[in-house]
């Protein structure tokens, strides 16, 4: 295989894996986010005392939720743009 369809081939796998890292990912972050949140209003609606100490931890656990997808998200734009799978070839 020439070089020039190997370099091709690798880019668009990187795209396929890119977009399967971002729409996974945001799939993931979207469906934790609502199970979490319906779990807090149940919990809320049972125990109105508790919402105060539970509404803290459940803004924490939604910037951990986020911050895993971003991360995923940083790690696809760094395949896109210098991909370490190109540099072997050179």
Request: glycine residues 16%; neutral net charge; charged residues 10%.
């Amino acid at each position: 295989m020439e070089k020039l369809q190997l370099i091709a081939m690798i880019q668009a796998y990187t795209g396929v894996g890119i977009g399967l890292m971002i729409g996974l990912g945001a799939l993931g972050a979207c469906v934790g986010v609502g199970i979490m949140c319906s779990r807090f209003l149940e919990a809320a609606a049972r125990q109105p005392e508790l919402t105060d100490s539970l509404q803290g931890k459940v803004f924490l656990l939604l910037g951990l939720i986020d911050a895993s997808f971003i991360i995923g998200v940083g790690l696809a734009l760094w395949f896109a743009t210098g991909n370490p799978l190109l540099a072997r070839l050179g």
